[in-house]
């Protein structure tokens, strides 16, 4: 069965640290990766898009790294803001005429001043 | 572009009752879906449209209906509530299915079914 599981489930952590969310898939045939943001009350918003050839990404603070041998991904966000305090969501895509998503449950990331 | 939105943001039914999700989006984009979101779970696809005039079922079509008479607008009618139902709709529209192609999310329709 096509999974997408994330970890941890959930995070605290203090402004201006780093922190690491974790992502492992099944799915396959595997078409890309990518990292949503979701802010509560509002719909995921696309962080990063990574094709099976990629292997890292970076959309400002956020780097998103792809290993598709061992079929994990993770995403470091550096140097947090309050602002990040969201959820986030790994969605892996099937190849096919769908392109179906398969989303992870998410990891809820909570920054403290 | 005011990109995917839906109406309404919030609402409260009463089993049996039925209601009409309005999903509408000014992209130009073939591809419109459906998800739902319960409480730690991933988004489940309800149902997708690849262009006007054709949808298809996702993961958990059971207890819903779709339409697609226009490119713009893509409405989810649920006819018997159930509380099985309560839940955040999310509707979400891409230009193809292609890998890369990304998918626009609205903000959502906070749904509860008592």
């Known amino acids: 069965k096509n999974q997408v599981e994330q970890s941890p489930q959930s995070l605290i952590i203090l402004e201006g640290k780093n922190c690491t969310l974790q992502?492992?898939?099944?799915?396959?045939?595997?078409?890309?990766l990518r990292w949503y943001k979701q802010d509560t009350g509002r719909g995921p918003v696309s962080l990063t898009i990574?094709?099976?050839?990629?292997n890292t990404k970076s959309n400002g603070r956020y780097t998103a790294t792809l290993d598709a041998d061992t079929k994990q991904s993770s995403l470091h966000i550096t140097a947090s803001q309050l602002s990040d305090s969201a959820s986030y969501i790994c969605?892996?895509?099937?190849?096919?005429?769908?392109?179906?998503?398969?989303f992870g449950q998410g990891t809820t990331l909570q920054v403290k001043p | 572009n005011a990109g995917v939105t839906q109406t309404p943001k919030f609402r409260i039914l009463k089993i049996g009752q039925s209601m009409t999700l309005q999903c509408t989006q000014d992209?130009?984009?073939?591809?419109m879906y459906w998800y739902r979101q319960d409480p730690g779970m991933g988004l489940k696809l309800i149902y997708y449209s690849v262009g006007a005039g054709i949808t298809d079922k996702g993961e958990v079509p059971n207890g819903y209906n779709v339409s697609r008479s226009t490119t713009e607008d893509f409405p989810l009618r649920l006819e018997l509530a159930a509380p099985s139902q309560t839940s955040v709709y999310f509707c979400?529209?891409?230009?193809?299915?292609?890998?890369?192609?990304?998918?626009?999310f609205g903000p959502g329709t906070r749904l509860t079914v008592t």
């Open positions: 979400a529209s891409s230009y193809s299915s292609r890998g890369p192609d990304e998918q626009y």
């Open positions: 990574m094709t099976f050839s990629e």
């Open positions: 992209m130009n984009h073939n591809y």
């Open positions: 992502c492992n898939y099944t799915v396959s045939p595997f078409s890309n």
């Open positions: 969605v892996v895509i099937s190849t096919g005429n769908t392109g179906k998503l398969i």
